[in-house]
């Protein structure tokens, strides 16, 4: 039975960055159980454990800002969630925020998302970089093939910026991606049609943006 529903901002560090989306998934419900909160679990043959992340984070990919909705079959207060589970975190997931949210049977997270936004560490200078940044955004389409079909990149991009490297460090870019209903903007994609290898770049989610215009 749902008592509570809770929503969770966590970091995702560089211990689970090749951990997938489906063993997230049962990480967390193994920290839930390891620490004595009852998750709520669906009704059927195969019960599940009931929670919501807000968007899937590629493999190879980093956060400081996941969000993740969970309901349990108790009710405790956000302090006591947290303590808990920060007892029983395994590494490379760090809680940074933990509420009640009073909606019990509101909209699933997923669907309450407007974008996301990423901090990229590429490992050199590229010549022409801001050229190429500059041609992407004022086009009309960037049209690219993912799993042999092909789609309009341009308008999941809501915007790119270079940071100048500082102090010796290596420059970054700021990529903030649309999800709409006609897809979710990737930032490997965004760097390869920047002509930029993404394997050779570290890429962190640094925020999560709702349609309410709260930021997590």
Known sequence: MKKQRVRITFSKTEAMRFTGHLDLILTWERTFRRAALPLSYSEG???????????P????????????????????????????????????????????????????????????????????????????????LQSSQCIRTRKRKEYDLRPL??????????????????????????GTGRPDEVLSALEILPHETIICRTAIILKTGEEK
Not at 158 to 175: N, Q, R, T
Request: hydrophobic share 40%; aromatic share 6%.
């Open 45 to 55: 043959f195969n019960p599940r454990p009931i929670m919501n992340l807000a968007v």
């Open 157 to 182: 991009i809501h915007d790119i910026m270079l940071v100048p490297p500082e102090d010796g460090s290596p420059p970054s870019l700021k990529v903030s991606l649309l999800i709409l209903p006609s």
């Open 57 to 136: 984070l590629p493999l190879g990919f980093i956060s400081s800002a996941e969000i993740g909705d969970f309901w349990l079959s108790d009710e405790f207060t956000p302090d006591q969630i947290r303590n808990s589970l920060d007892k029983s975190l395994p590494p490379g997931l760090i809680v940074h925020d933990v509420q009640v949210i009073p909606q019990l049977h509101g909209g699933k997270l997923p669907s309450l998302i407007e974008r996301s936004d990423y901090m990229i560490t590429l490992p050199d200078n590229y010549p022409g970089l801001q050229e190429k940044i500059d041609l992407l």
